[in-house]
């Protein structure tokens, strides 16, 4: 079993930067594959970023976000720049124990609660 527990989202004006992060417990990090998506109102949730031996980004983020993992310290970031009204949703981070990189939701079996991350006009 993996503990997924995310943190710091908050309020943002467009333009500006915030950095989540997700502390997991309860498997060997390093192991891990680690990917974060995001839900809007009204949306399917959508595939943000993941990390297994290397990172990989959805379109829609690619050069605005940095995901990074500590294996020392059993956390994932997504550091988030140039941020968009349309980034506004709740993050959550996922993890797998098989790799490589996925970007479907049904591959990874263990899901943090989420974190609201809203980005004014």
């Known amino acids: 079993q993996v503990q997924l527990v995310g943190s710091g989202g908050g309020l943002m004006q467009a333009g500006g930067s915030l950095e989540l992060s997700c502390a997991a417990s309860?498997?060997?990090?390093?192991?891990?594959?680690v990917a974060w998506f995001r839900q809007a109102p009204g949306k399917e949730r959508e595939f943000v970023a993941a990390?297994?031996?290397?990172?990989a980004y959805a379109d829609s983020v690619k050069g605005r976000f940095t995901i990074a993992r500590d294996n020392a310290k059993n956390t994932v970031y997504l550091r988030m720049d140039s941020l968009k009204p349309e980034d506004t949703a709740v993050y959550y981070c996922?993890?797998?124990?098989?790799?490589?990189?996925?970007?479907?939701?049904?591959?990874?079996?263990?899901w943090g609660a989420g974190t609201q991350v809203t980005v004014s006009s």
């Open positions: 996922a993890a797998s124990t098989s790799g490589p990189v996925r970007t479907t939701m049904s591959f990874y079996p263990y």
């Open positions: 309860g498997r060997t990090f390093s192991s891990l594959t």
């Open positions: 990390y297994n031996w290397a990172p």
